[in-house]
């Protein structure tokens, strides 16, 4: 770890927990009906399925701060 | 409304066993429920798993059960902002709250607060913090209130009683929902409400996963089913260039809400009440299985449509009171056979009774300690203070059994986003105060309070306490807003502002009893 990132406790890492935000409060991305799958239009299915990618997102952070001891 | 008996049945076993469950697991543990740490904290005891059911229970309410499938039924694509909304709320959990936690167990912390008072010395800011707490909660106790009163009516307990002196009397299922959650909380209490979210979390997956399974095979399938629903509402319209439109509203109503949702008291009673801060991290990667239940049940609400249940004679007398709050008990009734209906309605009925009962412990451990305490009777023995707290949660829930009938507004949901504007208030003396050791004081952070607050009530009012949506015309562009964040932003601003101005003109000491190393 280098000097800085001592100081300021700040890992590329953390990025990962401001993809949701960009992911989700970006509407006009996923206000569509295409692709539909299983005839669900995206704009459902396209959030329903970042439940999952959230915690995909969080769960390397927490590893990061748990072998850091934080 | 007539009532099955099969359905009935069930419904009332359940409902009332789980609710027993809490009196018997107090009696079991021999907990001191005189004490206030205990009973309204606890003992800071949950691990991670008990932290998953009881965070679960009490985040996910009748909001989740009743008002977001509402919304998704009446208004189509709007009522989905639930699901961003729930999911945005975890990297804040994870980010956020374990500094809270931190330094609310180094300090004993009970309340946010609590908290308030010991970084910046200021008894005025800490009763902002907890007075807006309190009124903030009571609209979101009114929603679970109306979610119980929905179930209650629904199941067909909606008899009229004739009584002496007042008359016919019709809101048996309101007064019913307000009976059992006063005798629950006043002796239950946290640890009695932890053992009944894990029978809650099991009878919502149950009821959650039986219904996406079973209706859309009943109907033939998703394509069919969004096939039925209104075109016209079935995606967010579109902005033009002189108003930014729907997905705005959209996307701040989602970031808002996420904000709001952990400075609830009874979001903090849950995260204080978890044994460690690796607790609270696991549980921002393990909650979000909620959330996919939320957004199943969000999907519901497009089935109801589907299904046409709004059109159907027998729930005609349910929309006709309830109006599309009665979308999911309709739609349980139409398409489960009778015991499992039963079954879901108790889901729901605990659903809302779990979170009610927390909110309600909350509302009175903020009042005891931040303002009996500290202002009427300093040297109030522990029994007193536990009173007290006990006195005060049932006060809430009698003003929240106000704002149900005062407020009978045809979507539930306008109640938690009213909250939510209120609350969002207290986050720079909450949030932003965990991170910035100088940069604001109590005169900036009560100024910028009291302008957010101002400014977020009389949006409110503006709007008749019907929506939560303002449109803010700024440089010709029509910007639709969730008020909490318009309201917020004014807030930070003059507290940032006025905290630099007082920090120049004047030398004051700092009074923070907290040093850096308490939040870690």
Redesign the interface.
């Given at each position: 770890m280098d000097e800085k990132t001592k100081k300021h406790g700040f890992h590329p890492v953390y990025l990962l927990?401001?993809v949701?935000?960009v992911a989700?409060?970006?509407?006009?991305f996923y206000?569509?009906?295409e692709p539909?799958i299983?005839?669900?239009?995206f704009?459902?299915w396209y959030?329903?399925v970042?439940?999952?990618l959230?915690?995909a997102?969080?769960?390397p952070?927490?590893l990061y701060?748990?072998r850091k001891g934080? | 409304m007539s009532a099955n008996p099969v359905a009935l049945t069930v419904f009332l076993v359940l409902f009332f066993a789980t609710a027993g469950l809490g009196f018997y697991a107090t009696k079991m543990k021999t907990v001191n429920l005189s004490d206030l740490g205990q009973w309204g904290l606890g003992g800071r005891s949950f691990g991670t798993l008990i932290a998953w059911f009881l965070l679960g229970g009490d985040i996910y309410t009748a909001y989740t059960f009743v008002a977001v499938p509402a919304l998704v039924a009446g208004a189509g694509?709007t009522g989905?902002f639930a699901?961003?909304f729930t999911?945005?709320m975890?990297?804040v959990l994870?980010?956020v709250m374990p500094r809270l936690w931190s330094v609310a167990h180094k300090h004993g912390y009970v309340t946010a607060a609590d908290f308030v008072r010991g970084r910046f010395g200021s008894r005025g800011l800490a009763l902002a913090v907890a007075a807006t707490g309190i009124v903030a909660t009571i609209p979101y106790i009114a929603l679970q209130l109306m979610g119980m009163q929905i179930v209650f009516a629904g199941i067909g307990l909606n008899f009229t009683l004739n009584l002496p002196v007042i008359g016919a009397f019709h809101d048996l299922p309101l007064l019913v929902a307000f009976l059992v959650l006063a005798i629950y909380t006043y002796h239950s209490g946290l640890h009695g409400t932890a053992i009944i979210s894990v029978a809650k979390g099991i009878l919502v997956y149950v009821a959650v996963l039986a219904a996406v399974v079973v209706i859309p095979i009943e109907l033939g399938?998703?394509?069919?089913?969004?096939?039925a629903a209104d075109p016209k509402t079935?995606?967010?319209g579109?902005g033009t260039e002189s108003n930014l439109g729907p997905?705005?509203s959209?996307?701040s109503l989602?970031?808002g809400s996420a904000l709001a949702l952990w400075l609830y008291p009874h979001s903090i009673t849950g995260v204080f009440s978890s044994s460690s801060r690796?607790v609270l991290?696991?549980n921002?990667?393990?909650l979000?299985?909620f959330?996919?239940a939320l957004?199943?049940i969000a999907?519901l609400g497009?089935m109801a449509v589907a299904v046409g249940v709004k059109g159907m004679p027998e729930y005609a007398e349910g929309y006709r009171i309830f109006g599309n709050n009665f979308a999911i008990p309709a739609l349980f009734l139409h398409s489960f056979s009778p015991w499992f209906a039963g079954l879901a309605f108790a889901a729901i009925g605990v659903g809302a009774l779990v979170p009610a009962a927390i909110m309600a412990i909350s509302c009175g451990n903020l009042f005891t300690r931040n303002i009996y305490k500290e202002f009427i009777a300093p040297d109030c023995t522990p029994a007193t203070e536990s009173k007290v707290a006990k006195i005060m949660s049932l006060a809430t829930k009698l003003a929240a059994l106000f704002f149900v009938v005062a407020l009978q507004s045809s979507y539930a949901i306008n109640l938690q986003l009213l909250g939510g504007i209120w609350i969002c208030q207290t986050l720079p003396s909450v949030m932003l105060a965990l991170y910035t050791p100088r940069q604001l004081n109590a005169s900036g952070l009560l100024l910028g309070w009291l302008a957010g607050m101002v400014a977020g009530t009389w949006m409110a009012i503006s709007l008749q306490f019907k929506g939560a949506v303002y449109s803010l015309d700024l440089f010709g562009v029509t910007i639709p807003c969730y008020a909490a964040i318009i309201a917020l932003l004014l807030n930070i601003l003059i507290a940032y502002v006025v905290s630099f101005l007082v920090r120049t003109i004047s030398n004051a000491p700092v009074r923070d009893e907290t040093v850096a190393e308490d939040y870690?």
């Open positions: 927990l401001i949701p935000f989700l409060l970006w509407v006009p206000n569509r009906i539909q299983f005839g669900i239009p704009f459902y959030q329903t970042w439940t999952f959230g915690t997102c969080t769960i952070v927490y701060e748990e934080k | 694509a989905f699901v961003p999911i945005l975890y990297p994870f980010v399938g998703y394509g069919k089913i969004f096939a079935l995606l967010l579109h997905q705005f959209f996307a989602a970031l690796s991290k696991r921002a990667f393990l979000p299985s959330t996919f957004a199943l999907l497009v870690l």
